[in-house]
């Protein structure tokens, strides 16, 4: 597909959460974006600390999606009932991996064009 990859570390620092699970969900967020990105197109991963919480922000610049298909996307990745339990353990779905570390998945339209998924982490 050709797609670029740019990350930027803005300093984040350490945060609290499982590394191994913290890889898996990273890992999701980039296949989401992949997903969703245009041929020749770029994801940007972004992580920066403000104050006790660290954010990792995936950003795409496919098209934009309907409230429905985006509540449909995060269901799926934070591994809704209907996804991926029977094909892997439910100890590393995103879902759990996402609460018993304490933190927040959202995901957004991004403008101009694109879809957005950040991960909200208790920084340490």
């Given amino acids: 597909r050709g797609v670029t990859l740019q990350v930027i570390d ?11 699970q913290l890889r898996q969900v990273l890992a999701d967020l980039l296949s989401y974006a992949i997903g969703r990105c245009r041929t ?13 919480r660290t954010t990792v922000s995936v950003a795409d610049d496919g098209r934009h999606t309907t409230d429905e298909e985006r509540r449909r996307q ?20 995103p879902r759990h991996a996402v609460r ?8 957004r339209p991004d403008h101009p ?12």
């Fill in 74 to 93: 995060l269901a799926h990745l934070m591994g809704a009932a209907d996804h991926r339990t029977a094909t892997r353990d439910p100890a590393f779905a």
């Fill in 40 to 52: 020749a197109g770029r994801i940007v991963v972004r992580a920066h600390r403000d104050h006790h």
């Fill in 113 to 124: 064009v694109g879809t957005i998924a950040s991960l909200v982490m208790i920084a340490v």
């Fill in 100 to 107: 018993a570390n304490q933190a927040t998945l959202s995901v």
């Fill in 10 to 20: 803005e300093g984040c620092g350490s945060v609290r959460f499982e590394q191994t």
